[in-house]
């Protein structure tokens, strides 16, 4: 009797225990927080590793407050947390300067350490942004200009560079290939935003880390990793994410799903999105209006233009996407951690939509101009090893291997035959990465890349009355290769706790082989056998006045080889303009200046400014050009002015970035940013790819369950003097000004965009894009902007 009295004590006392833990999470992610500080008049303690605390020695009716350095402060009562299912949720600090990243060096690291300009986007920000693609998402934070010429596109510009100028990083590894051309590009719509745990753009030259490409930034993705389980059981977690858009009728469905035991993990996606075409605003120039199209049923000798029924909605823009990403994890110890993925992305046809609203002699000059499926797989394995050595800490094998398939298929109006010209490329990429910490102020970062691209391009014509098919001149010389080889270094070395000193470099070498078909054109060269080099580095300074102050100097360099599309391309930039090979072409290199002030309010304001120029040498840039003493050829049928890529003596950039945080309350704030550019070659020429002054400003509520967010996306204007040569050749896209030249008018939006937890699985998600439904087209984009959009989304979680 006495055993069982002792037995049914012990039972009431672990009951009692567990019925007074409380554990502190993340809001935004869900994850415990350790290292809470919890006061009350009479009694104090703090949250261990898995958040939790127990709640039973504060007095019933005692008011708590909750602390943490990365967290704004918190207060509530005994009998309210008892309430809330013995859950206290945390809202991370907006304006903190702790941040960490691990773009920078390929490894984590605090910001408060770094002297380059980043900005994250985590999460809880494409929950509270509903982004439809990831494009969409890179425009969230400021510094980065999306331009689209349709909709199925988003090409980033980050100050002043833009296409093959960026770089795209994936888990890791570099997505740029041979073919990314200077023109726009729109490769990052492969990437599924529902699939991503963070994304870090680094502004400036990040070519010590990265390599060629990497001279106005980098932006670096990392998807999700498989998480393991924190405790002997095997645990399942996952969601479905649904969202419907009203401006093009988007319907998109997502499901993720992790499985995670001690040592194992693995985690999936996948999505799948569709468009139809997009409507404009109704508040606007009716010069932006589709009053007619081709019809798109099957040709029979004749095209019938069809006249648009509602000119505001944008025919042959919709299209749709599916997503798939599967990763495996295996870490049988501390030391060593195992990692394969495996990614797809594949499109459906995606219509050229600048391409076909362009007349000639008053007719629609295309009847067919879209690209076909977009494919993209990449697998990759990641070792990862920590334990301390005397040559490295810390070291990291990647290899991966991509595919890569795009075609073009165009047809101009009443024409029997439909182009198709077709790239298919295999990518092989090696990384191997170390750290070395010699003591608590000394930081080595070190590492070998290598890379390899295969080009395979064909090009066909198809009668489609006929259906016969014949050969064409390709885009590129098929079996072309490029190579790429370098070593790297990268110090860190705190002086004290006030200054940090950051140096680095790195050496490249590149080699592209490429044969041009005799049977297409008559080239006075056969091919190219190039090979080139570069030395680049940096060298930057942290230092912190106080812990509210960080002020950061960077001076660093990048360079760009040229890529198979610089070199041998062959393609009509616009109707009646066609860009041809030029086998002399040399890299380009960049130097940049920066200087980055940043000031902390006592978790009340923040304020970031920073300035940058960046001088750029034997800049390719798009000129006239002779071809066999001729300046025009025949293309496709057209005769076409010839142009071509050379490079310019130089070009100089220079802007500045500002941004402003304010905490009203500890649920209100606000957030304002604006970034300013200007750039020009040394012909006094306007720069293709700098945007107009941009920036936006929010007004944010949030607590436990509410995000409500109002604010104002806002662009400048480009007067005709103001645009580049290549820009001012495309009057479909601009408004014509009182002189009838082609400008880019200013524009502004009102939106509103909210998230509330239902509970602490269901967070349902609805906003309106665009509220004063204004019909504008942004910067050097083809495709009009969305009209007023609303957005519902569902996210629920299991």
């Not at 998402?137 to 988003?154: D, E, N, R, T």
């Not at 990429?429 to 102020?441: A, I, P, Q, R, W």
């Not at 790195?506 to 080239?523: M, V």
Request: proline letters at 4%; charged letters at 20%; hydrophobic letters at 35%.
């Amino acid at each position: 009797m006495r055993r069982l009295l002792t037995f049914l004590f012990y039972l009431l006392f672990i009951s009692n225990l567990l019925g007074q833990t409380v554990q502190v999470l993340n809001a935004k992610t869900g994850q415990p927080v350790e290292g809470v500080l919890l006061f009350s008049e009479k009694y104090s303690t703090q949250t261990d590793q898995f958040g939790k605390f127990q709640i039973g020695k504060f007095p019933e009716k005692s008011i708590i407050l909750f602390k943490h350095s990365s967290f704004l402060h918190y207060t509530s009562t005994k009998e309210k947390i008892i309430r809330q299912s013995r859950i206290v949720l945390l809202i991370e600090d907006p304006i903190r300067l702790d941040e960490i990243v691990v773009s920078v060096n390929r490894w984590e690291q605090s910001k408060a350490e770094i002297p380059h300009t980043i900005k994250s986007i985590q999460v809880e920000d494409i929950l509270h942004t509903n982004p439809q693609t990831t494009a969409d998402l890179l425009g969230i934070k400021g510094g980065v200009f999306i331009q689209k010429s349709q909709m199925g596109g988003g090409s980033p510009m980050i100050r002043g560079f833009s296409a093959n100028r960026v770089l795209i990083v994936v888990d890791g590894i570099r997505m740029n290939n041979a073919i990314y051309r200077s023109g726009n590009l729109h490769n990052v719509i492969s990437l599924d935003a529902n699939s991503l745990e963070s994304t870090e753009i680094i502004f400036g030259p990040g070519s010590v880390i990265y390599g060629s490409d990497a001279l106005g930034g980098v932006m670096s993705f990392n998807t999700h990793k498989p998480k393991l389980s924190t405790s002997t059981d095997v645990e399942h977690s996952g969601k479905v994410f649904s969202r419907y858009s009203s401006a093009n009728f988007e319907k998109t469905i997502n499901a993720t799903y992790n499985f995670g035991s001690k040592k194992w993990a693995a985690f999936f996606s996948s999505t799948f999105t569709d468009f139809d075409d997009l409507r404009m605003g109704s508040n606007g120039s009716d010069f932006y209006l589709r009053p007619e199209y081709v019809s798109n049923k099957k040709y029979s000798g004749t095209d019938n233009i069809i006249q648009n029924e509602n000119k505001q909605i944008q025919t042959y823009t919709g299209y749709n996407q599916l997503n798939l990403l599967g990763k495996a994890r295996f870490r049988p110890n501390e030391n060593f951690d195992f990692l394969i993925s495996a990614h797809h992305s594949e499109t459906g046809d995606i219509p050229r939509y600048d391409r076909l609203i362009q007349y000639k002699n008053n007719k629609l000059a295309y009847a067919d101009w879209y690209y076909g499926p977009q494919k993209w797989t990449m697998f990759s394995g990641q070792f990862q090893y920590e334990k301390e050595h005397t040559l490295f800490d810390k070291v990291s094998l990647l290899s991966g291997y991509q595919s890569y398939t795009e075609s073009r298929l165009n047809r101009k109006l009443n024409d029997d035959n439909l182009g198709d010209r077709e790239e298919n490329l295999g990518i092989f990429s090696v990384n191997l990465d170390f750290g070395k910490k010699f003591d608590e102020k000394t930081e080595l970062f070190y590492g070998i890349e290598a890379n390899l691209n295969k080009v395979n391009s064909e090009g066909y014509s198809q009668n489609l009355l006929t259906e016969a098919t014949e050969q064409i001149a390709s885009r590129y010389p098929d079996g072309s290769t490029y190579k790429s080889a370098a070593g790297y270094y990268s110090f860190k070395y705190n002086l004290n706790k006030r200054f940090i000193f950051q140096s680095g470099s790195r050496f490249t070498f590149t080699h592209l082989k490429g044969e041009f078909d005799p049977q297409f054109y008559s080239f006075p060269f056969e091919g190219f056998n190039m090979e080139n080099s570069a030395f680049n580095g940096n060298l930057g300074i942290v230092w912190h006045p106080t812990k509210d102050w960080q002020i950061n100097i960077t001076t660093s360099t990048g360079f760009r080889s040229p890529n198979i599309d610089d070199v041998a391309k062959v393609f009509d930039s616009e109707p009646g303009n066609v860009i041809v090979p030029n086998p002399d072409l040399k890299p380009e290199y960049a130097r940049n200046l920066e200087l980055s002030i940043i000031r902390s309010y006592s978790s009340k304001a923040r304020i970031e400014v920073t300035g940058f120029y960046t001088w750029l040498k034997n800049a390719m840039v798009r000129r006239d050009y002779v071809l066999n003493g001729q300046d025009s050829i025949l293309y496709d049928g057209v005769m076409s002015k010839v142009e071509a890529l050379v490079n310019a003596e130089s070009a100089t950039i220079v802007g500045a970035n500002f941004t402003f945080e304010y905490l009203i309350t500890n649920s209100l704030r606000t957030r304002n940013d604006l970034t300013i550019t200007k750039g020009k070659d040394s012909d006094d020429m306007p720069l293709r790819h700098v945007p107009p002054t941009f920036g936006s400003s929010h007004l944010i509520y949030e607590n436990q369950k509410m995000y409500l967010d109002l604010y104002v996306d806002y662009s400048g204007k480009i007067d005709y003097d103001e645009l580049a040569p290549s820009e001012k050749e495309k009057p479909y896209i601009y408004l014509p000004d009182e002189n009838g030249n082609p400008y880019s008018p200013s524009w502004w939006t009102l939106n509103l965009k909210s998230n509330y937890k239902l509970n602490q699985k269901i967070t349902l998600a609805a906003g309106i894009e665009n509220i004063l439904d204004k019909r504008y087209r942004t910067y050097s984009s083809g495709v009009v902007s969305p009209g007023a959009n609303f957005i519902f989304s569902v996210n629920a979680k299991f």
